[in-house]
């Protein structure tokens, strides 16, 4: 399974302390976007202090203009508030949905924990229909957890 293949390649990311946090996360973003033909658009989003917001990491894909997101507001702020994974398979039927392309069919969004606390996610977008299974989901929690590690 190419998440298996993939673990490595996170892990010796996280590891290169050489990089910025900020450099080790885009290499990330471009690892998954350039390796799972159906993630379409990779990014982290962190809360912004102490406000109820989130704000644009490094990602790859298409420019959004999605830079700021309240808590509460689009599958993104929705996973800020609920603390828990969000798997969409189909954006047009989510009424909180923010739409950053009309080419976008599915979206996932895992939280990334530090000391127990949300402080971000990694969210990815697909041009494929209902693509994210379950092995979606445990991979991107070992790349979170990764995260997590050089963010505290």
Known sequence: MIFE?????VENIISNNNNSIDERLLAICKVLEEHIDYYNWVGF??????????????????????????FGKGICGQVAVSNENFV??????????????ITVKAEIVIPIFVN???IGQID?????????????????????????????
């Open 5 to 9: 293949a993939l673990k490595p390649q």
């Open 45 to 70: 989003y962190f809360r912004n202090g102490d406000k109820e917001e989130l704000l644009l990491g490094p990602y790859v894909g298409e420019p959004t203009d999605h830079t700021v997101i309240p």
């Open 88 to 101: 969409v398979p189909d954006v047009s039927a989510q009424d909180n949905y923010i739409a950053c392309s």
């Open 116 to 118: 127990g606390k949300n």
């Open 124 to 152: 990815i977008d697909s041009n494929t229909p209902d693509p994210f299974t379950e092995a979606d989901e445990r991979f991107l929690e070992f790349v979170c957890s990764q995260v997590s590690n050089i963010l505290e």
